[in-house]
């Protein structure tokens, strides 16, 4: 019991899990067409869903096109609620700072990007990064709308 209580201690000192803040930058390619609905979260080195960092768009009734993004996070307002804007229209960039555990960075997690556009196609995965220090700063080239998606601390 004391072992037990000595972990929780130190779990709940401060310090001992460090974040990061992530600027994460967006650009979408020139399409024809309305403004994107782009879902920015965080998988496992399964590809399980593990957290929403951001959704571009308003319209909840429209994040089931979020395919990828949907299905892991239940669509639950709570795994979104105050990481939302506006969507993000042709040609355009999104920029957005979040606080990353350290844990996180070289420990096989990914961060995933799932993308749609009113009457055109669903892209699922978009783009998939893997989350490493050695990745900041490199751009990666999305499968569908996104020209290019980069994170730097």
Known sequence: MKIAAAVLVLASLPGLSQ?????????????????????????????RYQQTLWVAGKKAKYYKHLKDWARGSGLRGAEYDGKTGASLLSGHTLTTR???????FDAGYQLRLDTAVEDQRD??????????TAGAGQPVAGRG?????TYQF
């Open 123 to 132: 892209q699922r995965a978009e783009v998939m990064v893997p989350l490493t």
């Open 19 to 47: 974040a990061r803040e992530v600027t994460l930058t967006t650009e979408l390619k020139d399409y024809s067409g309305d403004g994107a609905y782009v879902a920015i979260y965080v998988t496992d080195a399964d590809g």
């Open 98 to 104: 979040v606080d990353l555990d350290d844990a996180l």
């Open 145 to 149: 709308y996104v020209k290019s998606f």
